[in-house]
């Protein structure tokens, strides 16, 4: 058996960090939106649909990358808690069209100050040019 040469390595491995880092968000991300009635995939949809005049339900599932089954189960979640609408396309009366409703768009404004919490939580170690997000130009 030929032995592979130790590579000194950096005490700090940057993907073993993120790695921590994306689960301790995610953990705390849910315990914040629990409470709210929200999973982080209602999060997602809610996210889509703000500031669209609506968007078919077909163009959603491709959005969000979901099979149709999968996303009529989201679509109910939300629809029962008053969080969207589904209404018949005025173009194509077999189609829905999915529309954020003000208790959606209330929820979601909710969700999102909770979440900055969570982001000053778990992030507050970090600093602010670190916590900055890039823009592409």
């Known amino acids: 058996m030929i032995s592979q040469p130790v590579v000194s390595q950096?005490?700090?491995?940057?993907?073993?960090?993120?790695?921590?880092?994306?689960?301790?968000?995610?953990?705390?991300?849910?315990?914040?939106?629990?409470?709210?009635?929200?999973?982080?995939?209602?999060?997602?949809?809610?996210?889509?649909?703000?500031?669209?005049?609506?968007?078919?339900?077909?163009?959603?599932?491709?959005?969000?990358?979901?099979?149709?089954?999968?996303?009529?189960?989201?679509?109910?979640?939300?629809e029962a808690e008053d969080l969207i609408e589904r209404r018949r396309s005025p173009e194509d009366r077999r189609r829905h069209v999915v529309v954020l409703t003000e208790a959606g768009a209330k929820r979601l404004a909710e969700a999102e100050c909770a979440l900055a919490a969570v982001d000053n939580e778990v992030l507050g170690a970090t600093t602010c040019s670190c916590r900055r997000p890039e823009v592409a130009t």
Do not use: F, K, W
């Open 10 to 78: 950096p005490v700090h491995r940057s993907g073993a960090l993120l790695d921590h880092l994306a689960r301790r968000m995610r953990l705390r991300a849910e315990s914040v939106l629990a409470p709210l009635g929200l999973r982080p995939r209602h999060l997602v949809a809610l996210t889509v649909l703000r500031g669209r005049d609506g968007i078919t339900q077909q163009a959603l599932s491709g959005t969000l990358e979901m099979d149709g089954t999968n996303i009529v189960g989201l679509l109910n979640e939300l």
